[in-house]
Nanobody, 122 residues
């Protein structure tokens, strides 16, 4: 499975941004898709995960209530709607996939796309 993330950019604090990630290849094997991010000098952290089959979701506490992950199976695309953005949301955001049915475990995500930069100015 190949992943292509896009939609990053510069936004003011309090603003919104939507990221998209298009999957191609053996998309029928996907168990889950997720968004992760890495800020300068910090380790990569998970943001949100979604089951490719059921649409069930799982969020990091830092983004719950502000971010929404969704998917469009017909377009093989997963989205991350980010609202009420804060300076600490500034990071490179990565889309990742897993073929594992255990989609809610961050450790099973081993197929990564290139990141897209999100910068939130205060």
């Amino acid at each position: 499975v190949q992943l292509q993330a896009y939609g990053g950019g510069l936004v003011q604090a309090g603003g919104s941004l939507r990221l998209s990630c298009a999957a191609s290849g053996r998309t029928s094997s996907i168990g889950g898709l997720g968004w992760f991010r890495q800020a300068p000098g910090k380790e990569r952290e998970f943001v949100a995960l979604i089951s490719w089959t059921t649409g069930s979701t799982y969020y990091a506490g830092s983004v719950k209530g502000r971010f929404t992950i969704s998917r469009d199976n017909a377009k093989n695309t997963v989205y991350l709607q980010m609202n009420s953005l804060k300076g600490e949301d500034t990071a490179v955001y990565y889309c990742a996939a897993t073929v594992s049915p255990n989609w809610a475990s961050t450790r099973v995500y081993n197929n990564w796309g290139l990141g897209t930069q999100v910068t939130v100015s205060s």
